[in-house]
């Protein structure tokens, strides 16, 4: 394995790209599928490989004191970055090895069971006719009309953010969502941005959380509470991290799966066809958006320890960029894997990862997902494109910032 078979992660990643990645990402697969662009660090863009590192446990994520080539280790202000009393960063479970991340994982997955879920289908279908009803006739742009308010009222119903709330709700959540980019793809202050973000969103939460410990209700937010209050080993930071991820990880993916899907449906019109034609395709169709545009580009993880990934030595300490949008295009692993297709049978795509860091909100997902596409397909059969969509700058969370539809 050459450590010069690709160009840098700039080319790679370059922002002219955003709106179509997948060139880019076929020409590392078939020339440097396991690329050693900077030293510490590889890229990763075959599915077998991906897919072998999410269940390795010999790979996980950094301590927050260990070197990363990615993100040097951001400033923090003590009056608002969630720290310990040692002042390291305090990190949602989605970044901690076993056994805490087992420990958090088993109190926060109670809420998003499949059965759990489930009880949300009539409120989802209820909040889904309500936002098509505002559509009227003519154009209107799918992500500010549905994309995102839907998963948005989803998640604050279920921790309960008061309606007042829900934009200064999203304007954090865009903004933690684009700090989960690797710093090459940021602009410069982000960081700091950030910082002050999580502050400002954990003195929102805390002050929520006083209001759920006098008042508790019935919302996922007041059970987190309980958890604390009751010794259940949840610290206050914990709470607030989780809140920070289950705002991102219930919203930000969501937006970008129905986002991205209808712009893939609506560009391949025969198997648009085929999905009104025959609306039960509809859970193989959401599988197959999944895969074809995953609202999760990438993803990254260490070695615990020496390790290998495609016969490339992997010491402890170094990271791994696994590019999970390359690795849904594998054609090793698909069938014309460029082709969208609403009939092709379940595949073990990686759109929601594997391993223990598969996706906990992934039933959720499918489920907003299944009830908007079947309610905007139903309500506009001669729904389509306006004009050309515009990207968002985001990297890990690659989605649309608008998509004008003509609705009639």
């Not at 989605?94 to 009539?122: Q, Y």
């Not at 989803?154 to 954090?172: G, K, M, N, Y």
């Not at 020496?306 to 949008?325: H, W, Y």
Request: with cysteine.
């Amino acid at each position: 394995m050459t450590e010069t078979a690709a160009p840098g992660l700039q080319a790679l990643f370059d922002p002219a790209h955003r709106a179509d990645p997948y060139p880019a990402y076929r020409h590392w697969r078939e020339d440097a599928p396991v690329a050693n662009p900077m030293p510490g660090l590889v890229v990763v863009t075959r599915h077998a490989d991906c897919a072998a590192v999410l269940r390795d446990s010999r790979f996980g994520h950094a301590e927050p004191d260990e070197p990363n080539p990615l993100r040097p280790t951001p400033p923090t202000d003590p009056e608002t970055a969630l720290v310990d009393e040692n002042g390291n960063p305090v990190r949602s479970f989605l970044g901690l090895n076993p056994p805490d991340h087992t420990r958090l994982r088993k109190l926060v997955s109670r809420a998003f069971t499949r059965p759990m879920v489930a009880r949300l289908a009539p409120r989802i279908e209820q909040l889904t006719a309500e936002l098509l009803d505002g559509f009227g006739t003519g154009t209107v742009d799918l992500i500010d009309s549905l994309a995102y308010p839907l998963p948005v009222a989803v998640i604050s119903e279920l921790l309960d953010i008061p309606h007042a709330d829900r934009d200064q709700f999203v304007a954090w959540s865009h903004s933690l969502a684009r700090g989960l980019d690797p710093d090459f793809a940021l602009p410069p202050g982000t960081r700091e941005k950030l910082v002050r973000t999580r502050g400002e969103f954990a003195e929102y939460i805390r002050g929520l959380a006083a209001v759920r410990r006098a008042d508790p209700g019935e919302d996922l937010l007041s059970a987190l509470v309980e958890v604390h209050d009751s010794g259940d080993g949840l610290t206050e930071n914990e709470l607030l991290a989780t809140c920070i991820l289950l705002l991102i990880a219930g919203h930000e993916t969501t937006v970008n799966l129905i986002g991205n899907g209808t712009l893939a449906l609506l560009r391949a019109p025969d198997q648009l066809a085929a999905l009104r034609a025959e609306p039960e395709l509809v859970d193989q169709a959401v599988e197959e958006l999944l895969r074809y545009d995953s609202p999760v580009q990438l993803t990254m993880r260490a070695a615990l320890e020496d390790a290998e990934i495609g016969g490339f030595a992997m010491p402890r300490g170094s990271v791994a960029i696994l590019v999970i949008g390359s690795a849904n295009r594998d054609p090793e692993a698909f069938t014309d894997p460029d082709r969208l297709d609403v009939r092709r049978e379940p595949t073990r795509h990686l759109a929601f990862g594997q391993g223990i860091h598969f996706c906990l909100g992934a039933p959720l997902a499918r489920l907003e997902a299944r009830i908007a596409f079947q309610a905007l397909l139903a309500r506009f059969p001669d729904l389509r494109l306006a004009a050309e969509p515009s990207w968002k700058d985001n990297l890990i969370l690659r989605g649309l910032a608008t998509l004008p539809v003509h609705t009639g």
